[in-house]
């Protein structure tokens, strides 16, 4: 199946710094990137939707200027905590979906791990 | 939208036994279904995907099946082994276009 990366696989902030975490699809396009976020031992909750070219749109409760999202093209969406706090330590893992396909299947990230001191 | 449950929570079985995990969802109109494996802090390892027209798919030991009407997965595993102990998460999505909505999960450890 297609692959998709991110970077970094773990990070370590002091609080009130901001992160940038990046997702790659690596060998297809993707107009549509996903960022969910999973608190320890439970699921997986989506943030936002990631489209190429346009704004992001976000979940209820979700705030777009504390998790801001860039997706400049078809294969890099990025997701930068601004300000992070020790709350928003969590597991944050990205998604693509296929241009072409015909099943439009999500591919996932391996994930990166957020600690914020 | 789309609302996804599994039961049980947890699960633990002896090595052997075969065993299903189940998830229900809201929208029948689902497009597709997908069971994933999650390890302890790890990523997701997406096992099987089951598009709205198909009722079924197969992996090995491992076959997922799809009821619209009645709203149901269910994720087979035959002769458990020791390995499978995960997280298995269910996932669907309403179309092409929307993205996946999980349920809680359910938390398998096979005994040795």
């Known amino acids: 199946g297609a692959v998709v990366s991110q970077h970094p696989s773990w990070v370590i902030c002091k609080s009130g710094t901001s992160v940038k975490i990046e997702c790659r699809s690596l060998?297809?396009?993707?107009?549509?990137m996903f960022w969910y976020r999973q608190f320890p031992k439970q699921s997986l909750m989506l943030m936002a939707t990631s489209n190429e070219g346009s704004k992001a749109t976000y979940e209820q409760g979700v705030e777009k200027d504390k998790f801001l999202i860039n997706h400049a093209s078809l294969t890099l969406s990025t997701l930068t905590v601004t300000s992070a706090h020790p709350e928003d330590s969590s597991f944050y893992i990205c998604?693509?979906?296929?241009?072409?396909?015909?099943?439009?299947?999500?591919?996932f990230g391996p994930g990166t791990r957020l600690t914020v001191l | 939208k789309q609302e996804v449950t599994q039961i049980p929570a947890a699960l633990s079985v002896p090595e052997g036994e075969n065993l299903v995990l189940n998830c229900s969802f809201t929208d029948s109109a689902i497009y597709n279904l997908q069971w994933f494996r999650q390890d302890p802090g790890k990523g997701l390892t997406s096992l099987l995907l089951?598009?709205?027209?198909?009722r079924e798919q197969t992996s090995g030991r491992l076959n997922a099946s799809l009821d619209k009407s009645s709203g149901r997965s269910t994720l087979y595993i035959a002769a458990s082994q020791p390995g499978d102990s995960a997280t298995y998460l269910c996932a669907g999505s309403n179309s092409g276009n929307t993205p996946l909505v999980f349920g809680k999960g359910t938390r398998l450890s096979v005994i040795a």
């Open positions: 060998d297809f396009q993707a107009t549509t």
């Open positions: 998604s693509a979906r296929e241009l072409t396909g015909g099943n439009f299947e999500q591919f």
């Open positions: 089951i598009q709205s027209s198909q």
